[in-house]
């Protein structure tokens, strides 16, 4: 391929179908059973990555590379753009390595040996830039450098989705933006920079003293600052910039900022009116102190006022500790019993009934007028769920979707469906979709089938389904057709009318396959009896066609046959 041009989609597709079958070969081969146990565990997830990156930024795909792409993608792309723990870079060089001597082997590429040979020269490289903040994408030092306090990953995801260092590729996720955003290259609203510049230089003489020690430090520095290394340049301990970063919040929060986002929205259906969310909130963090008292997550904290000031960053630790790592059903009940806030009972009865929380990983699939589903795909089950602080259709529109989401917690709250706000989304979909069974649009078809869209938890239980039902859901589309093929055959033949509806719906399926293959041959009008996915009769007219069918197909089964008019 001619690198200068990018690859229709359609070839990119083909170009990742094509990786991950021979991705599957190599795992079978002499090449990988060389690798260590960590680099075998890695290698899956590297090759794609590698390929993604490849393909998709320098137009050359990894069955077809050459040695100037490689290095780029060594040097400059994988360290910057993949977010991972440093032991899985030294695995890049060996994984990438091993798999061009094994497309040298099965005489896919040229040079396989010498081209491994260079990547593997290059594995310090990559490991080192990897390391250092300074080759980081945006994208990458917001997941890596944890300053993500006071926002949402949800605000997080969106401005990643919407940047990008490099040029345009099918690789990226769909070109979209916020509707509201702070990315710094746009610049904020004029009256927010004035108020914002009132704050600054007004601040109390400590936090002067603070920020004019850091312009002096970094006064001579170019590009990107790195916080840790201005902080340590200037001699201000971490603790007294935090210091005047509260000031500043403070003042913008008592001045009514739009930069401080406040929960809830009073117009807008699909989020919580403000009191009810910040009522929500509350409630929330009473939890979540009472969890961090129990297992000291974050020491120091001994008041729900100082709860309150932690960032989301130091608050996800106690979120994880109380739902992902000790038993949150004990921890909810004893605070009902002990009810260390003194809440109120009809307080108390809303926190017993987060007993019924959902957690997991999910995928958001769909937004409604109402809310967004959310979906678990091992159920599969799919929850309406409504925003505390935003909508998230503003700031994650349906072309982005669907995006695999982790650390959810779902819990019930004033008759709704609501997320603690915990989250953390993946823009990388396509990977997490290959850790489940299927993809999520199938399985969401099937969570709507089995159980509709949950509004409450617990959701209701499985509504009943006629066979009828269940079979046109079974035989509704290929990939259903695949996924229930035992559930057809036993049902298919139970009874006559079971039987005529999986003829038509099999008829339906392959008349549209049969009206293109009739166009393409040029033939004229005529009625088509399918029976088990074959043509078995032709007519020119219907009951010419029905005639026929008498003649040849048995009494009780002559009105199986799916009969298609083939008309172009």
């Known amino acids: 391929m001619d690198g200068n041009n990018p690859p229709s989609d359609e070839q990119y597709q083909a170009s990742l179908d094509r990786i991950d079958r021979l991705v599957s070969a190599f795992a079978d081969g002499q090449q990988f059973e060389r690798l260590t146990n960590h680099q075998q565990r890695e290698a899956e997830f590297a090759i794609e990555m590698f390929h993604e990156l490849l393909y998709g930024y320098e137009y050359v795909p990894l069955d077809d590379p050459d040695e100037h792409s490689l290095e780029a993608v060594c040097r400059e792309l994988y360290p910057a753009k993949i977010s991972a723990e440093a032991d899985h870079f030294e695995t890049v060089a060996p994984v990438i390595g091993a798999f061009l001597r094994f497309l040298d082997a099965r005489g896919a590429i040229e040079n396989g040996d010498r081209l491994a040979t260079h990547v593997e020269s290059l594995d310090d490289a990559i490991v080192d830039a990897a390391a250092d903040p300074a080759n980081w994408g945006m994208a990458k030092s917001m ?8 926002a949402t990953q949800l605000d997080i995801a969106a401005d990643v989705a919407a940047s990008s260092e490099l040029p345009e590729a099918p690789l990226d996720p769909p070109e979209w933006e916020p509707t509201e955003s702070l990315d710094p290259d746009k610049g904020l609203p004029s009256a927010e920079v004035d108020r914002l510049e009132e704050i600054i230089n007004s601040l109390s003489p400590e936090s002067d003293a603070v920020l004019a020690s850091l312009a002096a430090a970094t006064d001579d520095v170019q590009g990107d600052v790195n916080p840790d290394v201005a902080l340590e340049r200037a001699g201000v301990a971490p603790e007294e910039y935090d210091a005047v970063v509260e000031e500043i919040v403070t003042r ?71 739902y992902r790592e000790e038993n949150a059903v004990e921890v909810i009940e004893e605070f009902g019993r002990e009810n260390p806030a003194g809440l109120s009972p009809a307080h108390l009865e809303t926190i017993d009934s987060w007993l019924n929380y959902e957690a997991g990983q999910f995928f958001i699939v769909e937004h409604l007028d109402d809310g967004t589903v959310f979906l678990d795909p091992d159920e599969p089950r799919a929850y309406k769920v409504t925003g505390v602080y935003d909508s998230y259709a503003a700031v994650l529109p349906e072309e982005a979707l669907p995006v695999a989401v982790t650390s959810v917690v779902l819990l019930p ?28 649009e199938t399985a969401y078809e099937e969570a709507k089938h089995r159980f509709g869209i949950a509004e409450t938890l617990p959701p209701a239980d499985e509504p009943t389904r006629s066979d009828a039902e269940r079979l046109r859901f079974y035989t509704k589309n290929q990939d259903n057709r695949e996924r229930f093929a035992d559930e057809i055959e036993t049902l298919k033949d139970e009874t006559d009318e079971l039987a005529r509806i999986y003829h038509e719906q099999l008829g339906k399926a392959n008349a549209r396959r049969l009206g293109r293959e009739f166009r393409d041959l040029g033939l004229e009008e005529a009625y088509v009896a399918i029976y088990d996915g074959q043509v078995v009769t032709t007519a020119p007219t219907e009951p010419q066609l029905e005639e026929t069918l008498s003649g040849i197909m048995p009494d009780e089964t002559v009105d199986h046959p799916y009969i298609y008019h083939y008309d172009p």
């Open 143 to 150: 997941v890596m450098s944890g300053d993500l306090d006071d």
């Open 413 to 440: 709250y004033d008759g709704q469906i609501v997320t603690n706000g915990m989250e953390e989304f993946d823009m990388l979909a396509g990977m997490a979709m290959q850790m489940i069974k299927d993809d999520p």
């Open 252 to 322: 913008m929060d008592e001045e009514g900022s739009e930069l401080i986002p406040s929960p809830g929205d009073t117009d807008d259906p699909s989020v919580l009116d403000p009191d009810t969310a910040r009522e929500f909130l509350e409630l929330e963090g009473q939890l979540l102190l009472y969890a961090n008292d129990r297992f000291d997550v974050v020491p120091g904290i001994d008041s729900y006022e100082a709860f309150k000031r932690l960032s989301t960053d130091e608050i996800q630790p106690i979120h994880d500790t109380l």
